[in-house]
């Protein structure tokens, strides 16, 4: 794999030019934040939904959006 466009697991957005050979399959979405990691590639487009299998992380709420929730629940 060199760099391939990528449809984030959690969002659905496509993250254009990623290098998933260098970070060992782990990328981070420039939309929504969340981290995953391709543990195998079915077909070779990763825009494809269903092409790829992913270990998804998703982000913990930063204080700020902890605190706006709070002030506005």
């Not at 993250?15 to 970070?23: G, H, P, Q």
């Not at 934040?33 to 079915?42: E, N």
Request: charged share 20%; hydrophobic share 35%.
């Amino acid at each position: 794999m060199s760099r391939i466009d990528v449809r984030c697991p959690a969002c659905g957005k496509i993250n254009y030019s990623l290098d998933l050979v260098e970070t060992d399959g782990w990328m981070e979405c420039e939309h929504c934040g969340c981290t995953a990691r391709l543990l195998s590639l079915h077909r070779g487009d990763a825009t494809v939904v269903g092409n790829c299998c992913w270990q998804v992380v998703k982000p913990l709420p930063s204080s700020r959006t902890l605190r706006a929730v709070r002030n506005h629940g």
